[in-house]
Structures are given as structure tokens and as C-alpha cells.
């Protein structure tokens, strides 16, 4: 029997969130609604020539271009190809289950808690079976990139006591939640069920920091 493959399971579940949110809907993602969020998964995946214009100012004239291009297209389409996958030519097709687990399970979250109140609690989804410990590398990734130069020493821990990473400087500050919860509060995403313990002030800064990639 095959192993499942987390990253397809929540493709499947982003692609539904994004089919029962409609084409409008707002997402945690700054800025972007459900067609902007499906149009960024789609050039990500299989228009890598049109992502350089976020890093390369003289590239952005062709970003937008093709941006256009696929945000005019019909959202059932995009849709339909999200759910088909990465095509045999990019590169996220054949490591699919490790390039590709985290960017599924955020957006995934980022579709169904938009316009969800950033400062307001939050109860999770139950998550797949296996799920939550297969973003522990995610999260050690993402967690150094997001949070190294954060304004407090940051301890990420679940709530059995497992400390999972420590970056930054400054007062102590420990962040408890599940694996998938520190890792949305990685990205910087909000609102997330987190518990932040430690001196005020720190847990402050910590709060209201930058975070994400």
C-alpha cells in the first residue's frame, strides 16, 4: 500500500476551499483575494519565468503581463489546474511531497480563515493523520528564514513540550501550539492558536513583528 501523500491531500483541500469561497474572497494574504492567491500558486508552479519579476525590478513589466493573463482566465480553469498538479516540467513536479506540503497547508489555511479577525481566537481544522508532523521540517526551515533575526530569543514548542526550534535574540519568549499552528504563526499569518509566554514587552515585539518570507 502506497504512502499518502500530504501534499496532494491538501492540494485537494485547498482547491475545495477555493471552490466553495468563490473567486472574490479574501484570504490572510495581504492584498490578494481567491483569484489572486489561485493565479500565485499557478505561476509558481508552472510559470517560474514570470515569478523573477519579484526579485528582478526590470523583470516586473513581464510578471504583470502574465499575472493579467492568467487572472482574466476562468476561475473553474485555474482551479482545475491547481488540482491537476505541477506540470512534468516544473520544478516542483517531481518532489511534489516535500517542495510543495507547506505551500498547500498555508494557503489551504489562508482560504479558510480569511476575513477571519487577525486578534480573535481561533479553533483549528482536525488535520489528516500524520500531517502535523510531517510540517516539522517545514517549520524548522521556515521558522529560520521568518523569525532569525527576530526581536526575542524564540522558542517554538507544542504543546507535549517538544521544543521544535529556537531562533533570534533578545528576552526569552516561547511560543506553544501545534506543529501546523507554529508554522502559520511562522509565516506570520494571523489569527492563529498560539499561546505566547514570556515578558510582556518581548511578547510584545514578538507579537508585532515582521515575519515571512
Known amino acids: 500500500m502506497s504512502k499518502v501523500n500530504l501534499a496532494q491531500t491538501e492540494r485537494a483541500g485547498l482547491v475545495e476551499a477555493l471552490r466553495l469561497a468563490g473567486s472574490d474572497a479574501p484570504t490572510l494574504c495581504t492584498g490578494w483575494d481567491t483569484r489572486d492567491l489561485a493565479v500565485h500558486v499557478l505561476l509558481r508552479e508552472r510559470r517560474i519565468d514570470a515569478t523573477a519579476g ?21 476561475y ?19 518532489p511534489d511531497k516535500f517542495l510543495n ?9 489562508d482560504v479558510l480563515r480569511g ?61 506553544t501550539g501545534s506543529v501546523g499552528e507554529l508554522l502559520l504563526f511562522a509565516f506570520g499569518r494571523a489569527p492563529v492558536d498560539v499561546a505566547l509566554t514570556g515578558d510582556d514587552e518581548a511578547v510584545d515585539r514578538l507579537r508585532n513583528a515582521a515575519r515571512g518570507l
Not at 54 to 74: D, H, I, K, N
Not at 101 to 109: G, Q, Y
Open 54 to 74: 519579484m526579485f528582478v525590478p526590470p523583470l516586473a513589466g513581464w510578471t504583470g503581463r502574465v499575472t493579467r493573463a492568467y487572472r482574466s482566465r476562468e
Open 76 to 94: 473553474d480553469d485555474l482551479l482545475a489546474d491547481i488540482a491537476a498538479g505541477p506540470p512534468w516540467y516544473s520544478p516542483f513536479a517531481r
Open 101 to 109: 506540503l507547506a505551500e498547500m497547508f498555508v494557503h489551504h489555511e
Open 115 to 175: 476575513g477571519a479577525d487577525a486578534a480573535g481566537p481561533w479553533v483549528p481544522r482536525k488535520l489528516p493523520p500524520g500531517l502535523d508532523e510531517a510540517l516539522v521540517l517545514p517549520l524548522k526551515t521556515v521558522g529560520r528564514l521568518t523569525m532569525g533575526k527576530s526581536p526575542a530569543a524564540v522558542t517554538l514548542t507544542t504543546p507535549d513540550g517538544r521544543a521544535l526550534l529556537s531562533v533570534g535574540k533578545g528576552a526569552p519568549v516561547t511560543v
